[in-house]
């Protein structure tokens, strides 16, 4: 979803230069990383995550944007019916409101979450060092034997 922007926001298959750029947003942190590398590091996760759910590239995460791709997660649960995915979107779409936005009126329309929006929501989240992924050298699979 990331890669192209196609009419459905999805891509059938990737190449492996593809599959690289994705498993880039994954890396570890590097341990000589001052502040602002760092920062910089956590706002480009954020905006891979961020562009997930923005299939339209429109800025926004509107509330359908959010259902589809909660429904894409939990559909291969035999468990979860496509309503409970619906009430869990619809039930972190309005936590997310609240959070940006503060008490809304009645008759207000919450658009979407913005980037701004999302940057707010993660704040506090040590997103850093919980989304990579660690490959191990041969030496350490060749220990375990």
């Known amino acids: 979803r990331n890669l192209r922007q196609e009419s459905d926001g999805l891509a059938d298959e990737i190449n492996f230069e593809d599959f690289l750029t994705i498993m ?3 890396r570890p942190i590097e ?16 905006k891979f995550l961020f562009h997930m759910y923005d299939s339209d ?20 649960n035999p468990h979860l019916e496509k309503e409970s995915a619906r ?3 619809d039930g972190a779409m309005m936590e997310a409101a609240s959070i940006c936005v503060g008490q809304m009126g009645p008759d207000q329309v919450y658009e979407g979450i913005t980037f701004e929006d999302f940057l707010k929501m993660w704040q506090g989240i040590d997103i850093e ?17």
């Open 24 to 26: 880039s947003y994954f």
């Open 31 to 46: 341990m000589n990383m001052d502040e602002e590398q760092l920062n910089r590091f956590r706002k480009e996760k954020l």
């Open 57 to 76: 590239h429109d800025g926004k995460i509107t509330l359908q944007e959010y259902r589809n791709v909660v429904e894409e997660l939990l559909s291969g």
């Open 87 to 89: 009430s869990i979107a």
């Open 129 to 145: 060092t919980k989304m990579h992924v660690r490959f191990l050298n041969m030496e350490t699979i060749a220990h375990c034997y």
